[in-house]
């Protein structure tokens, strides 16, 4: 009994609920994971991988990615035929060694990103060009992937 009093270990009552219970099970959690302070936990993670956008139409499938601060000779985009493969490096100049950093969201380094197609595509005929920071690669679908209109006799 005083085991669970000190520790507020679940009390049943008939009043209570079990989403209650949960609720309340939740919020120590929340108490817990904030009490870690600035850890991996909560910290938010920037990381260098690019976000990218697919989609498709009938002829191709489209990806946009942002890039910012990466030039186009930093940038190695290949082809296979199961998808992209875009990697390259972005540099960040540094503060100095004296500088304290308040907030650094901000990342440098080589990124790696791979981008599964859902159809096959010509490997020939990818185009790829750099545009204020956006990546776009335009990617044709091979000639078996796309679709095909049947006429109706």
């Given at each position: 009994?005083?085991?669970?009093?000190?520790?507020?270990f679940p009390e049943w009552r008939l009043r209570t609920t079990p989403f209650a219970e949960l609720g309340r099970?939740?919020?120590?959690?929340?108490?817990?994971?904030?009490?870690?302070?600035?850890?991996?936990?909560?910290?938010?993670?920037?990381?260098?991988?690019?976000?990218?956008?697919?989609?498709?139409?009938?002829?191709?499938?489209?990806?946009?990615?942002?890039?910012?601060?990466?030039?186009?000779?930093?940038?190695?985009?290949?082809?296979?035929?199961?998808?992209?493969?875009?990697?390259?490096?972005?540099?960040?100049?540094?503060?100095?060694?004296?500088?304290?950093?308040?907030?650094?969201?901000?990342?440098?380094?080589?990124?790696?990103?791979?981008?599964?197609?859902?159809?096959?595509?010509?490997?020939?005929?990818?185009?790829?060009?750099?545009?204020?920071?956006?990546?776009?690669?335009?990617?044709?679908?091979?000639?078996?992937?796309?679709?095909?209109?049947?006429?109706?006799?």
């Amino acid at each position: 009994m005083l085991y669970r009093k000190m520790f507020a270990f679940p009390e049943w009552r008939l009043r209570t609920t079990p989403f209650a219970e949960l609720g309340r099970m939740r919020q120590q959690m929340d108490r817990l994971i904030e009490g870690f302070g600035d850890t991996p936990f909560n910290m938010a993670k920037a990381g260098v991988f690019p976000l990218i956008n697919l989609s498709e139409d009938a002829e191709s499938y489209h990806i946009r990615a942002e890039l910012p601060g990466v030039t186009a000779d930093a940038l190695d985009i290949q082809a296979t035929e199961k998808g992209i493969s875009v990697s390259g490096e972005r540099k960040i100049a540094t503060e100095g060694k004296d500088a304290k950093y308040h907030r650094r969201e901000r990342e440098a380094g080589c990124f790696s990103r791979m981008v599964g197609l859902p159809g096959a595509i010509n490997t020939e005929k990818v185009e790829a060009n750099l545009v204020n920071g956006i990546l776009n690669v335009l990617v044709p679908k091979a000639e078996a992937a796309k679709p095909r209109q049947i006429a109706v006799n």
